[in-house]
């Protein structure tokens, strides 16, 4: 029977993505026995809602320790066999104090930083090397199970598929989906160059469909995207909810992004992704299942900006520095982008 579990992990939409293949592995090693537990943001709980067997404790980082001492009423009072502490943050560590569990399961000592320490009495496995889905994946290592199968199945509502299918006809025309902002502004690709991309995929016969959400970069980035470009293109930017977000990501046949939630759920989705990458390693962070198609700098980019190979970099060494993302040319993404369509006949 399935020990009583609590996950927590709060942010980001990528990240939360990356767990879900970890709930997969815990509900198939126990198919018996109680819900999973996860504490999770706003954010999460609006992509995840709905994920079925998991039972959701959502936690506003602006309530502050008003919001924990909250949680800790909303758990089960007996608390849990084990916690996955899968958040590194200080307010995460202080966070899982409000969460009661005989097991603390935390991260390596290696990864481990804010504290975190304090706050577990067992650590996952010191893997170096390793994609974040396979380090948040092995969080199940100490329950002595493995996660040899990654699985998504994200809980995607019949009406957000009707919305996504009503964007567009389905006429066999191939779809270039721009997703142009990371919530990392510096990861972020010039607009121009998307402009130029997208006008050689649409010269291709390719229709080409922004997405994006509500905040200001995002609607200027789309706007300047659209300026740049001499074909049209379909704008969906601020217009869909989290919960349509992957049954958009699914109708494209590539998706074009920085490092981002939405690269992540494309893939989970099934939907191949052109990811630019300078500002970090797409093996470690990119698409988790085909990263045949993204553009890879971050080695470039450990030379010009920390003056040492990528090689000799710590597994993880984010490279945020003004202009890193200038390294990722136009050539390089249509490069990128005609490696797809050899692949796939597009």
């Given at each position: 029977?399935?020990?009583?579990?609590c996950?927590?992990?709060?942010?980001?939409?990528?990240?939360?993505?990356?767990?879900?293949?970890?709930?997969?592995?815990?509900?198939?090693?126990?198919?018996?026995?109680?819900?999973?537990?996860?504490?999770?943001?706003?954010?999460?709980?609006?992509?995840?809602?709905?994920?079925?067997?998991?039972?959701?404790?959502?936690y506003?980082?602006?309530?502050?320790?008003?919001g924990?001492?909250?949680?800790?009423?909303?758990?089960?009072?007996?608390?849990?066999?084990?916690?996955?502490?899968?958040?590194?943050?200080?307010?995460?560590?202080?966070?899982?104090?409000?969460?009661?569990?005989?097991?603390?399961?935390?991260?390596?000592?290696?990864?481990?930083?804010?504290?975190?320490?304090?706050?577990?009495?067992?650590?996952?496995?010191?893997?170096?090397?390793?994609?974040?889905?396979?380090?948040?994946?092995?969080?199940?290592?100490?329950?002595?199970?493995?996660?040899?199968?990654?699985?998504?199945?994200?809980?995607?509502?019949?009406?957000?598929?009707?919305?996504?299918?009503?964007?567009?006809?389905?006429?066999?025309?191939?779809?270039?989906?721009?997703?142009?902002?990371?919530?990392?502004?510096?990861?972020?690709?010039?607009?121009?160059?998307?402009?130029?991309?997208?006008?050689?995929?649409?010269?291709?016969?390719?229709r080409?469909?922004?997405?994006?959400?509500?905040?200001?970069?995002e609607?200027?980035?789309?706007?300047?995207?659209?300026?740049?470009?001499?074909?049209?293109?379909?704008?969906?930017?601020g217009?869909?909810t989290?919960?349509?977000?992957?049954?958009?990501?699914?109708?494209?046949?590539l998706?074009?992004?920085?490092?981002?939630g939405?690269?992540?759920?494309?893939?989970?989705?099934?939907?191949?992704?052109?990811?630019?990458?300078?500002?970090?390693?797409?093996?470690?962070?990119?698409?988790?299942?085909?990263?045949?198609?993204?553009?890879?700098?971050?080695?470039?980019?450990?030379?010009?900006?920390?003056?040492?190979?990528?090689?000799?970099?710590?597994?993880?060494?984010?490279?945020?520095?003004?202009?890193?993302m200038?390294?990722?040319?136009?050539?390089?993404?249509?490069e990128?982008?005609?490696?797809?369509?050899?692949?796939?006949?597009?």
């Amino acid at each position: 029977m399935r020990p009583s579990l609590c996950l927590l992990r709060l942010s980001a939409l990528g990240d939360v993505t990356h767990v879900v293949p970890l709930v997969r592995t815990l509900q198939r090693a126990w198919p018996d026995g109680p819900p999973l537990h996860w504490v999770i943001d706003p954010a999460g709980f609006r992509l995840l809602e709905g994920l079925e067997g998991v039972v959701f404790h959502v936690y506003d980082k602006r309530t502050g320790l008003a919001g924990m001492r909250e949680l800790r009423r909303a758990l089960p009072a007996e608390g849990f066999d084990a916690l996955l502490h899968m958040q590194l943050a200080a307010r995460a560590n202080l966070l899982s104090a409000f969460i009661p569990a005989r097991r603390r399961i935390g991260y390596d000592r290696t990864r481990s930083k804010e504290l975190h320490g304090l706050f577990v009495n067992e650590r996952i496995p010191d893997r170096p090397g390793l994609h974040v889905l396979d380090v948040l994946g092995s969080f199940c290592e100490p329950l002595g199970l493995r996660q040899d199968t990654v699985t998504w199945d994200l809980p995607v509502p019949e009406a957000a598929h009707e919305w996504a299918r009503e964007q567009w006809p389905d006429d066999g025309t191939p779809v270039l989906m721009v997703s142009p902002c990371s919530s990392h502004a510096l990861r972020n690709w010039r607009a121009e160059r998307y402009a130029a991309l997208a006008d050689h995929a649409a010269a291709c016969g390719w229709r080409i469909v922004l997405c994006g959400g509500r905040s200001e970069l995002e609607r200027q980035t789309a706007d300047a995207i659209l300026a740049g470009m001499r074909a049209p293109a379909l704008d969906l930017v601020g217009k869909d909810t989290l919960k349509q977000l992957p049954a958009l990501l699914a109708r494209a046949d590539l998706l074009v992004t920085p490092d981002s939630g939405p690269m992540h759920i494309a893939n989970a989705m099934g939907t191949k992704v052109l990811g630019l990458h300078a500002a970090t390693d797409p093996e470690r962070s990119g698409p988790y299942s085909d990263r045949r198609y993204c553009v890879d700098r971050y080695d470039d980019a450990a030379r010009r900006f920390l003056g040492k190979p990528a090689a000799s970099l710590k597994w993880g060494t984010k490279i945020e520095h003004d202009g890193v993302m200038d390294l990722v040319t136009v050539e390089d993404a249509i490069e990128a982008f005609e490696r797809y369509r050899n692949d796939h006949g597009g």
